[in-house]
């Protein structure tokens, strides 16, 4: 298979050394922080907001900021916590000097709202341009303290379709690979396809799933990774991500597998009560299922109904994970 000088999959935030090679796209966003950064009056107090759930570019987006930041010729500072803004703000103040904070989304909703009064504290007192991300969920005492506070936003997508995704990897694809090397992109239609909704849309899952899906083909010396290769690597993954599952947790699994499912006949014949099952759902099986209502019902689906050969897949993690599927069928196909 190709050879690359980079790798391709990289799943975490990218920094200002492989920004050329990684970052893809993003010029929507990149629009609003380029006229932010390009007002440079002398009151300037910009407080920016990117915004998004884990694994959608947040931190590589800052990353790619601080690098506008340092060409159109102010000081960008780029701090990975609050933790250390707070500390790091306290040392000097350079004149033009844009901070960029990583990782609010990490701090608790108390802990989040005294960031933000304390960055709206600082930034009156002196002035600039700041930005930092942070998760959609928050309490709605907090996203009332957080919109108060903020001038800008910049919201990521929560998740994005077949066509962009394969478009992401294709581009980190060609800007990693090695000189010489011919360019054929080797995911088959098909397996992009099961990798894009196995992921929820979600860029790092998505690269994630193709990453193993690569390297079971590659295992194989195979040149194209094919619906089989990346069912293989997604096992691989899955059987790990619901390794905290028990037995109750793969029966409604299962069941919301084989077919479309009122809950309450769920909950039956999973042998529990709705509220075990509510709460099983939005707790370990949350990004595994989905709740729908049709009419006076609730209708439960799990993602591996959406998969082609999800079934299959999900019955190989349980074998993997010593799980019998006879346990979880009550001995019944």
Not at 52 to 70: E, Q, W, Y
Not at 236 to 249: E, N, V
Not at 290 to 311: A, E, L, N, P
Not at 312 to 318: A, F, G, K, P, R
């Amino acid at each position: 298979m190709m050879g690359f000088i980079s790798d391709p999959f990289y799943l975490y935030a990218i920094k200002d050394e492989m920004i050329d090679n990684l970052f893809v796209n993003r010029e929507d966003e990149l629009s609003i922080a380029k006229g932010i950064l390009g007002m440079k009056f002398g009151d300037t107090i910009e407080i920016c907001l990117i915004v998004g759930g884990i694994g959608v570019g947040k931190s590589s987006l800052l990353h790619r900021i601080v690098k506008i930041a340092n060409d159109m010729g102010y000081n960008a500072e780029f701090f990975d916590s609050p933790d250390s803004f707070y500390s790091g703000i306290e040392k000097s103040r350079k004149k033009k000097t844009v901070s960029l904070i990583d990782d609010v989304g990490k701090a608790s909703d108390d802990e989040a709202r005294e960031f933000y009064n304390h960055t709206e504290k600082h930034m009156s007192e002196h002035g600039g341009i700041l930005f930092f991300s942070d998760t959609y969920h928050r309490h709605k005492k907090t996203l009332e303290s957080r919109n108060f506070t903020v001038s800008q936003s910049i919201s990521l997508p929560r998740g994005m379709n077949k066509e962009k995704l394969s478009y992401f990897l294709r581009e980190r694809m060609k800007r990693c690979l090695a000189p010489g090397e011919k360019f054929d992109f080797p995911f088959e239609d098909e397996s992009l396809n099961i990798a894009a909704t196995r992921s929820g849309g979600n860029l790092r899952n998505f690269l994630n799933y193709a990453k193993n899906g690569w390297m079971v083909a590659a295992g194989s010396e195979k040149t194209t990774v094919g619906m089989e290769e990346m069912k293989a690597g997604m096992i691989i993954i899955d059987r790990a991500l619901l390794g905290i599952c028990d037995i109750i947790d793969f029966k409604i699994l299962w069941h919301s597998t084989t077919g479309i499912i009122n809950k309450t006949y769920l909950a039956h014949k999973c042998e529990i009560d709705t509220k075990t099952l509510d709460s099983r759902i939005d707790d370990k099986l949350a990004e595994l299922i989905t709740q729908k209502r049709s009419g006076k019902d609730v209708v439960v689906t799990s993602i591996y109904r959406y998969i082609d050969g999800g079934q299959e897949i999900l019955e190989n993690v349980m074998e993997g994970l010593g799980v019998h599927k006879a346990d979880v069928t009550g001995g019944r196909d």
